[in-house]
């Protein structure tokens, strides 16, 4: 397997525009996880799936943010509008019931 | 509540010294996990500890899980240049979600 794949990379947008970041988990891994990391904060879990279905969405900082699950190869994070502060690097990662977590290489996003 | 407070925070070591960190909670927990984070990559994961009082070892790292289920430590011998980066201890708890603790940035001078 080729692991999770996130994309972009990396994002550079303007305050105001629509982000939209794209993950692929492990194929078979049933729970998926967006992370955001900053310097200030660390590692912050913002929402977390099983089977699809949002679990727990309590870390997602405020009504701009917004994921999806539409099927069990494909997630995404959607920020609108986006703002300067919402500069952070945004994992993906996801794994079987009571496993450990493999992680995507991450989208760095950028707002300027 | 369900925070992992991860020490120390950062840490500069000579190659070949012996490095030790951990965290600790006041909630207990079912699995732990140490990843390392290099620049520009995600965290992978170095070991996962899955029962109160294991003590695991992969290579030159060693760590255990509490016998309480509320903490673990991680230990590196020897320590290389290559061992630099950010290690981070994860827990879940009784539920299926995965917390983080805040990282210790390790720094190696050759």
């Known amino acids: 397997d080729a692991g999770v794949i996130q994309s972009p990379r990396h994002e550079v947008t303007e305050m105001g525009q629509e982000v939209t970041l794209r993950c692929k988990p492990i194929s078979g891994h049933d729970y998926l996880f967006w992370y955001r990391q900053t310097m200030m904060r660390g590692l912050e879990l913002l929402i977390y799936?099983?089977?699809?279905?949002?679990?727990?969405d309590s870390g997602m900082p405020e009504d701009r943010f917004s994921a999806k699950m539409p099927n069990a190869s494909f997630s995404t994070l959607k920020i609108q509008p986006s703002e300067p502060r919402d500069s952070a690097v945004y994992f993906c990662?996801?794994?079987?019931?009571?496993?450990?977590?493999?992680f995507g290489q991450g989208t760095r996003l950028t707002v300027v | 509540g369900q925070q992992l407070n991860q020490s120390p925070q950062s840490m500069f070591i000579q190659e070949g010294e012996d490095v030790s960190m951990n965290c600790t909670s006041s909630s207990i927990f079912n699995t732990w996990l140490w990843y390392k984070q290099d620049p520009g990559e995600g965290p992978v994961l170095l070991i996962a500890?899955?029962?109160?009082?294991e003590l695991t070892s992969n290579g030159r790292l060693t760590a255990q899980f509490g016998t309480t289920r509320k903490d673990s430590f991680l230990n590196i011998s020897a320590s290389i240049p290559s061992d630099v980066g950010i290690y981070f201890c994860a827990a879940y708890p009784r539920g299926n979600d995965m917390r983080f603790g805040a990282g210790t940035r390790l720094t190696v001078k050759p």
């Open positions: 990662a996801s794994r079987l019931l009571n496993t450990e977590a493999f």
């Open positions: 500890l899955y029962k109160a009082g």
């Open positions: 799936f099983n089977n699809n279905v949002p679990i727990d």
